[in-house]
């Protein structure tokens, strides 16, 4: 038997078993109502009210502290002997890691083609109110984090969920936290081994394929799938081993170099057209409010740039503030701050360079996609490119392939806090999460597994309703951080001193000016 037909019937046999409950669990996750002849899935709706929530509630934080935020990123208010394992700089690029990825390359095409270019709009607005919800968990992830004595952290919602509402709310919120951390492990867990690991590796194999002649090319046989499977087990498993801080010191250099790449070809293709962008920028506003052929009009736009933005910076999820939990500080908010940058690097920068790209470029295949024929997200986004720079594809195959990585790395991080918090943290336990996590990295490029992975994003977004009810219960705690962080501020910069004495994490400050 050879390997294609062993990996074609794993394929049936789990598709067979999971269909059914992945078609319940994703029809309640992903709900829709019709609103004025557009589907309005309830869980985005979820997501951005509490952007707008939290917006809100803290005084437009995102616009009023970004100046702050990007000195926090700098290390201008650090402090020595802070506890955690990387540095702010560091801890945003292992999250914005975990985000930016496919979503951000073929999510924008799809968009696009389905909402129109006035879905771009929808997508920034989403993305500037993600970063406050971004703020709100972060800060409760490194506030509630877990210290341990080895010096490694571990925090997310499966630790300030119990921890802070028991709290706040005493026994009562102590037995319910604990229910909600149980739940959010296993949904993180779940979606970390099929959606952040098995999927990622297995859309960059496929991108690898397309540009080394398709099926028929160097790497489209099953042999060339296996090796690329077990070159991406070897090289995600060297890095696990170091954990956060080895994944930390990959991510820090492989984002900015890929992004910043990514954004320099976008502007090429920008600058050549340069002509064209005064006229794609007011179709892209015109087409916000004035949208042709997008069903259900304005609110068709509006929901589909709303459901990328929230799909791709993954704000209110509650994976974020695992890899942020890890940072160096004695304030929580400083790198709650820090985390509000993560949906703008993620959504109103890089989604937005690719939406803009694809409108100035206008390729056929964009065209073809609008008008109904069913085009891959990457293909749009590749043809794009090439209208400019006709050798690009292969360029954007290779940030593919990078990004992926990345994102690979960083949720066997959050899986394996995952995974410790329902199995206890011991050699073996952690043995055993890494040797599975690189064994199904093999599989990824071998077995599609789609129904799977459905499933997977149904059990992710399903984290969100257990944890943005977390968020608005916790949201006077944030209150207190931000406060508390601000005071420090303002006594560094008046050249005064600050005493922090006690738990780190429940800190009482004594500014003197």
Known sequence: MSLDSITENI???????????????????????????????????????????????????????????VDVVRGKYDEKDSPGEVNHFQALTAAVSGT?????????????????????????????????????????????????????????????????????????????????????????LFFGLFGGNLFQVNQSYAQLVSVTGGEDGVMGSSGGALFFGVLVAAL?????????????????????????????????????????????????????????????????????????????NEAGIGSAPIAHSAVKTKHPASEGLVALLEPFIDTVIICTMTALTIVIANPDSWGDAQAGESIGGVTITSDAFATVLPWFPYVLAVAVILFAFSTVLTWGYYGLKAWTHLFGRSRTSETVYKSLYTLLAVSGSLLTLETLIG??????????????????????????????????????????????????????TKATV
């Open 11 to 69: 394929d049936e046999s789990v598709s067979g078993f999971f269909e059914p409950i992945a078609e319940w669990v994703g029809g309640v996750v992903f709900h829709s109502v019709k609103i004025a002849g557009a589907d309005v899935p309830l869980i985005v709706t979820w997501l951005v009210l509490a952007g707008l929530v939290f917006t809100c509630w803290f005084g437009f934080i995102q616009v009023r502290k970004f100046r702050l935020a």
């Open 100 to 188: 930016v990825g496919l979503g951000n390359i073929a999510g924008v095409a799809v968009a696009v083609s389905i909402g129109g270019a006035g879905a771009t709009v929808w997508m920034i607005l989403c993305g500037l109110l993600g970063m406050a919800t971004k703020f709100v968990e972060v800060t409760l992830g490194v506030k509630y984090r877990e210290v341990h004595a080895d010096g490694t952290v571990s925090g997310g919602p499966m630790h300030y969920l119990p921890k802070g509402l028991a709290e706040r709310f005493g026994k009562n919120g102590k037995t319910l936290g604990k229910v909600l951390a149980v739940l959010a492990s296993i949904m993180i």
């Open 236 to 312: 995600v498993g060297i890095v696990l081993l170091g954990g956060i801080r080895s994944i930390a010191s990959v991510t820090s250099r492989l984002i900015p170099a890929m992004a910043g790449i990514y954004i320099a070809a976008c502007l090429v293709v920008i600058l050549v057209n340069i002509t064209a962008v005064p006229d794609a920028i007011g179709e892209i506003v015109e087409r916000a409010f004035n949208p042709q052929g997008v069903a259900g009009g304005i609110l068709g736009a509006l929901i589909v740039g709303f459901q990328r933005a929230a799909f791709s």
């Open 455 to 508: 499933l997977a994003d149904a059990v992710l977004f399903s984290l969100a309703v257990i944890n943005i009810i977390g968020l608005y219960l916790l949201a006077p705690v944030v209150k207190r951080e931000l406060n508390s962080f601000l005071e420090y501020v303002r006594v560094r910069k008046a050249g005064g001193s600050v005493e922090t004495g006690g738990d780190p994490d429940d800190e009482t």
